[in-house]
Every structure is written in structure tokens, then in C-alpha cells.
């Protein structure tokens, strides 16, 4: 997609070789006849600029400003293949009006110094832009139009808000991109497609037959996809990692099309590639649903179950007996997972570095004791509102698994100073802890931490009673802790 070459094109998309004598001659005598010629010949490439142009109007709302059609991310590219928002427009209109002028002799000695610039350079300095500029670059001239929609620019499309058509948008853009490589885009590796509920399965479907190498897909928010579209994606998309359908409350499963099923069976075993997968929020989501999706994406890494409200310790069972690998999950909100479902999750022992457990009422000591037990490279633990945790459960926890970094416990009213001592003299490597609402806490036990955890980055005291001179100690002992709290007193 570089210059034109010299090679001018008419209407009808043939070297026209006529009309630019016809333009030419029309110049030198007539203007007022070349400027009618050329209005002609910019209506008539206009009327078929749809054939290889996407029109702003399927992505840009009418209130939004001119060419941007996805977040306006100021986010620049460090190389060639750098992130682009999906950006659609026409082309120049100095491409249009008069495309078969040669450049008199005094236009040529005006010519800019960066004109002389080979395409490849362009295309270096438009990797480094932030998306905006890009945006405006693509209307300075034929040029730059044709190097901005280089392939090596779009390896992601964003498109974000419910005003976009977003299944005419996709439709497009591929079309677009699959210029230079008919029915595929190759270059394109990233969809972003964030609240849009005019997403449907059309849509995935378009960049299921046209990308396949995607490896990123992000459609949460979008209500109105089902399984159909989501096995088509994962099936016809053998390299895709990164999967994000939270907020889709149709989508119940992962899982391959009953076609590509048959035909993997015998070389991948029915396995999908997938190692991050986020379904937050999808409430149907039951524990055979979670069965199908750990017998297919045996590759997971990065599990995330929030909210669905479903799921309970025999669906834990299914994920721990096929996914072995997971660092991080996250159950949080899932009401049904108790103690059985903590002993199923510490199976996966020192592999598991993240875990969420928020608001799982039924979660008590002897869980957390499972986990600390077996569990000992854990990084991360979110126990907020766990009230059936007291001092016993951060005893197993401090001396189990001494690299902690991130603690919440917040709402567990039964965690007091005695608690945290343990917390203390165990975990030096604590950097955020979050005690909000704790309502045995005291200065005492924060002092503690504070003498103790010297890299301490954030604390949370809030709705606890706290003095003003323990905050003061914890200031002044961790220099760099930012301190959450609700003490108008302290500042």
C-alpha cells in the first residue's frame, strides 16, 4: 500500500490515459470547464470510493468529531507493528478532484524536503503517532492515505460505545485490510469491542472467516453474542490466547463447533489454545458449562469466574482435574463455593499465585488452611467479606506463604491484632493491605505491620478505629504507603 507510482486510474478503476489529456487540455484554456471536469470526476469516484473505502459514518456517531471512531488513546506505537485504533475515511479530496495533473516545474522545485522520504521511513514515523495524528495524517494526500492504511499499522481494532454498527464496522474494515491478501487479513492479531451492544454474531462471524490469526479477542459488555459465534471463533481461530466475553450473559460454554471437533480430534485432541479467559459476569454459566471449557482449554493460565453465581465445588473439581496450570482464579461472589472448594483449588499448589475469594460467605478457616498448606508461591489473596476467617486462618496463611505481597481482608470482623502480628513477623514482602471495615483492629496491630513491613505501598483503614498517632507511625515508618482511611482528624 504505498505511493501511487506515477500510475493514474480512472473512475472505473483502468489507466486512463484520456481523461487525463481531456483534464490537462481543459486546465490550460478553459478554468471554469476544468473546474466542472473535476467536480465530475471527484462525484464519480466519490460513487464508488464504497468499493475499496469504508464510509466514517459506520463507526464515527454524527456528534463525534471527524474520523475517529473508536477511544481517542493517546497511546503511541514504539515500531511498525504497533497498535492502531480502527479509524475509517475517505480518501483526500486533492486524491480525487484532479488525479491525472502532472506537477508543473515550479511545483516540483516547491516540493516539501519529506516528501522525498521512501514509504518505508513514513511508515516508522507513523508507528510513533498517537492514534489522532495518524487520523489526521491519512488526509494530507494520496500519499499518506494509502501508507496510512498499511496492514503493519492495523494490527488492532477498538471500537467502543453503543452508537457504532458495529457488525458493518467489522464488515468493512476486514474488507478493507484484505486487500492486498483477498478473504484474510493476516496482519490483524487484536478486536476490541467494548459496550457495544449492537454486536452480534454477524459480526463475530465476519472476523472469524476473515482473521485467522487473530490472538486477542475482547467483546465484554456486548449482550446480544451466543455460543454459536464464540465455538466459531475459538474454532476457526487456532492461535487465539486471549479471550474476554465478560458481561455476555448468553455465552455458557467454550467450546469447539461440532465440525471442527471431527477434524481436530485426531491431531490436537479437541484442544483450544486459549490461556487467559475472563467470564465475569456470565450468570448462566453452570458447573457443566465449566466442565466443557476445562476439558477444551487445558492451556489456561488465567481463569476469572467473578459473579457467576452458579458455580460451586464440583465445577472447581472438573477445572483443577484439567487445568493444571492456572496462576491466577478468581471465584469471587460465587456464593456456592465453600471449604471443599478451596481443598479442589490448593491442588494446584505452588503453581497458583493469584486467588479471589471475595464474598464467599461459606469459606472459613479450614479452607484458607488448605490452601496455605499447599499453596506456598501465592502472591495474591482477595478475602474480603469471608467472615468466617479469623486469627487461626492468617496464622496458616503468615507462616505458609511468606511471600505475600497483597492481602485483603477486609469485612472479616473475627481478623484482630493478634492477626496481624502474625502478618507481620511473616510476610516482610507485604506491599498493599486492605483491613477496611475490620472491626477488631486497633493503632496497636497496624503499628506492628508498620515496624515490620518496611515496603508497605498501601494500606486501607477505613470505617476502622484508628488513631490518629498509629496513622501517623505507619506514615512515618513507611514513607511511601498511601493510607486509606476515615479519619478526618489525620491528613
Known amino acids: 500500500m504505498g505511493a501511487n507510482n506515477g500510475k493514474q486510474y480512472g473512475s472505473d478503476g483502468k489507466g486512463s490515459s ?36 469504508p464510509s466514517p459514518a459506520l463507526i464515527c456517531p454524527p456528534s463525534s468529531q471527524a474520523f475517529i471512531n473508536g477511544k481517542a488513546s493517546s497511546t503511541s506505537s514504539s515500531s511498525v507493528t504497533g ?20 506537477p508543473t516545474a515550479r511545483m516540483q522545485k516547491e516540493q516539501a524536503p519529506i516528501d522525498i522520504l521512501p514509504d518505508q521511513a513514513f511508515l516508522q514515523i507513523f508507528s510513533h503517532l498517537p492514534t489522532n495524528q495518524l487520523c489526521r495524517c491519512a488526509r494530507v494526500c494520496c500519499r499518506w492515505y494509502n501508507l496510512t492504511w498499511d496492514p503493519r499499522l492495523w494490527r488492532t ?18 474488507r478493507r485490510l484484505c486487500q492486498d491478501t483477498p478473504n484474510v487479513c493476516l496482519m490483524l492479531e487484536t478486536v476490541i469491542v467494548t459496550g457495544c451492544r449492537r454486536l452480534t454474531d454477524r459480526g463475530l462471524y465476519t472476523i472469524a472467516q476473515c482473521c485467522p490469526e487473530l490472538r486477542r479477542l475482547e467483546v465484554s459488555g456486548c449482550h446480544n453474542i451466543s455460543n454459536e459465534a464464540v465455538f466459531n471463533i475459538v474454532s476457526r481461530c487456532p492461535n487465539l490466547e486471549y479471550l474476554d466475553v465478560s458481561g455476555c450473559y448468553n455465552v455458557t460454554c ?42 477444551h482449554c487445558t492451556q489456561l493460565t488465567h481463569l476469572y469466574l467473578r459473579r457467576c453465581v452458579r458455580i460451586t465445588d464440583e465445577g472447581l473439581r472438573y477445572l483443577v482435574i484439567y487445568c493444571s496450570s492456572v496462576k491466577e482464579l478468581s471465584v469471587s461472589d460465587c456464593r456456592f463455593v465453600s471449604d471443599f472448594g478451596l481443598r479442589e483449588i490448593a491442588k494446584l499448589e505452588s503453581r497458583l499465585r493469584y486467588l479471589s475469594i ?120 513507611c514513607k511511601r504507603c498511601v493510607i486509606e482511611h476515615t479519619n478526618p482528624a489525620f491528613f
Open 83 to 102: 497498535e492502531t485504533v480502527a479509524m475509517v475515511h475517505a480518501p483526500p479530496i486533492t486524491c480525487l478532484s484532479r488525479p491525472h495533473l502532472k
Open 18 to 53: 484520456s481523461i487525463s489529456s481531456d483534464v490537462s487540455s481543459s486546465t490550460d484554456h478553459t478554468p471554469t470547464k476544468a473546474r466542472k471536469n473535476a467536480a465530475t470526476s471527484e462525484d464519480s469516484d466519490l460513487s464508488i470510493r464504497t468499493l475499496s473505502t
Open 254 to 295: 467454550i467450546s469447539l463447533t461440532r465440525e471442527a471437533s471431527v477434524k481436530l480430534s485426531t491431531m490436537h485432541g479437541k484442544q483450544i489454545s486459549i490461556r487467559y479467559l475472563d467470564m465475569t459476569d456470565c450468570f448462566v454459566l453452570e458447573d457443566e458449562g465449566l466442565h466443557t471449557i476445562a476439558a
Open 358 to 477: 471475595a464474598h464467599c460467605g461459606r469459606i472459613t478457616d479450614v479452607g484458607i488452611r488448605y490452601v496455605a498448606k499447599y499453596c506456598s508461591k501465592l502472591r495474591y489473596l482477595n478475602a474480603r467479606g469471608c467472615e468466617g476467617i479469623t486469627d487461626h486462618g492468617l496464622e496458616y496463611l503468615a507462616k505458609n506463604c511468606a511471600k505475600l505481597k497483597s492481602l485483603d481482608i477486609g469485612k472479616c470482623p473475627l481478623v484482630s491484632d493478634a492477626g496481624l502480628e502474625f502478618l507481620a513477623l511473616n510476610c516482610f514482602n507485604l506491599k498493599r493491605l486492605s483491613l477496611k471495615s475490620c472491626e477488631s483492629i486497633t493503632g496497636r496491630g497496624l503499628q506492628i505491620v508498620a515496624a515490620n513491613c518496611f515496603d508497605l505501598q498501601m494500606m486501607n483503614v477505613q470505617d476502622c478505629d484508628i488513631s490518629v498517632e498509629a496513622l501517623r507511625f505507619v506514615k512515618r515508618h
Open 157 to 174: 481494532i477498538r471500537l467502543t460505545g453503543d452508537t457504532v454498527h458495529v457488525d458493518r464496522a467489522l464488515r468493512v474494515l476486514t
